[in-house]
């Protein structure tokens, strides 16, 4: 490819182009933010980008010439943290809707769904999702078994968290569950009791296992429509590329079908597990992990997607959330040594639990996963599990293949004040979820009384971490939260709920600055790429690169911060393939 300098730009010499867009706003997330007038594309790349004047020699025949109308292009989202099969399987399935419930609505949302179910079998365990467990109305109700018993079923039933890390139990489900009042807690595990010792129902953590091991699995066609329907769900927000955040053979195959029938409309990447809870040591864990490498990454990046497995997930703790309180945190949680009517909120004994890897461990992983060219994402929600995180990459960054390593810390809700210029330092991407960054049930009222004044002002620090010199990047971790990207990013600007969230919800949360909008979108695009190692192909739109993008119904820089909320994508390109395309599109 030959670049040719013009007055209005650079192209590409040589034939016309596949598709030129004219008369927009095209915002490239280039070094400058700049912005420029048109842009084109042949052969699923971008080889124009500049004014309309520099443009009009590669309109062609055959050439689709788009009139933007002022319209706003720009590079296609990449989300670093989500579980699409998750997601998608979670559209097909008994749903709460991320809804604050009461007690009864709860009861009455699971009992049509068992009265709506056609199979009916007594035996067929009924599991529900997107629990928000966190807002359950009055604030503080808790769920127990004898909450699902009350229902008109003999089967058993699961209710799944949004968070992920709690699900409800019936009796019959802790019944086959083989859950007694001398069952030990699991490693990494929770399995809450009452006062006299009996199992709530409610498992946290690793517990959770022992109910969704005796789950029958998902069919392959149920994984293939799963996997489709993320997919569908993605394309329509303007997502072109993914990183699946704790994967598993059955999700790999499931892509990899879709590959094979010219379905895969996203770049998919895929992080595997490494969990040294049931022996497997440090080159055991990665070498397992590199088999499953060999089996399912398509290699280097082509104009149309593929699927690439370069990347390890590890958990470092589980929630600051109540009630599961699985944060690992520097100091102790409160609790209330008062009344309800004259709360005394002091320390008390919980930390939350050890780092789910030791420091010996830790290390030893990382190094064995710097040597085999795969990338940490590490999960870290409470200040301890951040610092252990950072703690180790600093070792690792000592090493002689640690300084090839692009080590993510996944969440960081609750991160020291003294930590946050190690991100910089250290060339670690925490890759956040900005819609967790405004006022809800889970981060007003309890939240602020279990951590303290002093250390609920630092929850989310999202602008924090930006200000410090972090590569921010943005992951939705879907499907804990409903997958609405720009809403996300909207918070990400405004720390605010949604207007009609509730007086109780009005404002921003805590003191915090919200980021600027040019950093909200290059967490979105170009940082989020380069966790992904594909910052030279995507994440922004220049010569040369893949033509992943994306036409906004408005212009995200000059719309009320509110209405970034609304925005529509009327058009999703990859690889300079629409794949999705709104019926007001210009």
Request: glycine letters at 8%; proline letters at 6%; aromatic letters at 6%.
């Amino acid at each position: 490819m030959i670049a040719i300098a013009t007055p209005g730009g650079t192209h590409a010499a040589a034939s016309p182009a596949d598709m030129v867009y004219r008369n927009g706003y095209v915002y490239t997330v280039d070094d400058k933010d700049s912005v420029q007038q048109a842009l084109a594309v042949r052969a699923g790349r971008i080889v124009y980008v500049g004014d309309n004047a520099g443009a009009k020699p590669l309109i062609g025949k055959s050439t689709r010439v788009i009139d933007l109308h002022g319209r706003m292009l720009m590079p296609g989202l990449i989300d670093a943290h989500m579980h699409p099969q998750s997601g998608g399987s979670r559209l097909l399935n008994c749903s709460l809707n991320y809804e604050s419930l009461t007690v009864p609505q709860f009861q009455a949302r699971i009992q049509a769904c068992l009265d709506q179910d056609e199979k009916k079998d007594p035996d067929r365990w009924l599991v529900v999702v997107n629990w928000f467990q966190q807002g359950m109305q009055p604030e503080g109700v808790e769920t127990t078994a004898a909450t699902l018993d009350a229902l008109k079923t003999s089967r058993p039933v699961i209710v799944r968290s949004s968070f992920g890390h709690s699900a409800q139990l019936n009796s019959r489900a802790i019944a086959l569950a083989g859950i007694k009042r001398d069952t030990p807690d699991p490693a990494g595990g929770k399995i809450v009791r009452d006062s006299s010792g009996q199992a709530t129902g409610l498992l946290e953590d690793a517990a959770q296992d022992m109910a969704m091991n005796l789950l029958p699995p998902l069919t392959v066609a149920e994984n293939l429509a799963a996997s489709a329907a993320a997919l569908d769900a993605m394309r329509r927000q303007g997502i072109t590329s993914f990183l699946d955040a704790w994967t598993d053979p059955e999700t790999m195959t499931a892509f990899a079908t879709l590959h094979r029938q010219a379905r895969l409309t996203a770049r998919a990447h895929f992080a595997v597990l490494i969990d040294l809870d049931k022996g497997a040591t440090p080159q055991s864990a990665v070498a397992a992990l590199l088999k499953k490498q060999k089996q399912f990454d398509q290699g280097p990046t082509k104009v149309a997607p593929s699927m690439q497995v370069r990347h390890a997930k590890l958990f470092m703790d589980g929630v600051i959330a109540a009630p599961a309180f699985t944060g690992a945190m520097l100091e102790p949680y409160l609790v209330n040594k008062g009344t309800d009517a004259a709360p005394n909120w002091q320390p008390g004994q919980s930390k939350g639990p050890a780092s789910y890897f030791s420091a010996a461990a830790l290390m030893a992983t990382l190094a064995e996963l710097a040597r085999a060219h795969i990338d940490p994402h590490i999960h870290a929600d409470g200040d301890r599990a951040v610092r252990d995180s950072l703690d180790a990459i600093e070792a690792l960054r000592a090493s002689p293949y640690g300084h090839e390593s692009r080590p993510s810390i996944a969440h960081d809700e609750i991160v020291a004040p003294a930590d946050y210029p190690r991100f910089a330092r250290l060339n670690v991407t925490p890759v956040l979820s900005f819609q967790w960054g405004k006022p809800a049930p889970d981060t007003v009222g309890a939240l602020k009384n279990y951590l303290g004044p002093a250390r609920y002002a630092t929850v989310e620090p999202q602008a924090v971490l930006h200000d410090a010199g972090a590569r921010v990047a943005y992951g939705s971790d879907w499907p804990v939260d409903p997958l609405d990207v720009w809403f996300a990013l909207k918070v990400g600007v405004t720390r605010t709920a949604a207007p009609d969230a509730g007086k109780e919800y009005a404002g921003r949360l805590t003191s915090q600055h919200g980021m600027p909008r040019a950093a909200v979108l290059r967490a979105i695009t170009l940082n989020a790429a380069y966790t992904l190692r594909q910052e030279t192909t995507t994440g922004s739109l220049q010569l040369g690169k893949l033509a992943d993008l994306i036409v906004l119904d408005r212009n995200f820089f000059t719309i009320p911060d509110e209405d970034i909320a609304n925005i529509k994508v009327l058009q999703t390109v990859v690889g300079g393939k629409v794949v999705f395309e709104a019926k007001d599109m210009p």
